[in-house]
């Protein structure tokens, strides 16, 4: 007779068999016990390759969103630039942007209160 239980809360098993062999019980309750940890390895491997795609897509959504940023941030630090040389005025002397605290809002650094 062959018994298998979870423990509760736990990943681990309990295996108990019975057999008029003492030696055969060891080999079989041997054998489910490989079986689950092999089963368990494989389960862990396609989590772990599911979420590295995962990973791999999310980051090159990123790469892509950061360099279409970088893109617009050139294209308008080219416009300041004409700007300024054709209008004779140092827009990036004279404007002083509310900078971003990374949280959402904006900082005025000239603000003081």
Partial sequence: MLEIDQLKKTRLIDIRAN???PAVATKVVN???DAFALWNLEVKT???TI???YLQKRIAELERIVGQKQL????LNK??????KELEFDFKKNFS????NG???ANDPTDTG
Avoid: C, Q
């Fill in 19 to 21: 057999h008029t062999d």
């Fill in 31 to 33: 054998a489910v016990a």
């Fill in 46 to 48: 396609k989590t772990n």
């Fill in 51 to 53: 979420a590295g795609t």
């Fill in 72 to 75: 617009e941030l050139d294209f």
């Fill in 79 to 84: 416009l300041i630039e004409i700007g300024s």
């Fill in 97 to 100: 942007p509310k900078l971003s």
């Fill in 103 to 105: 949280t959402g809002s």
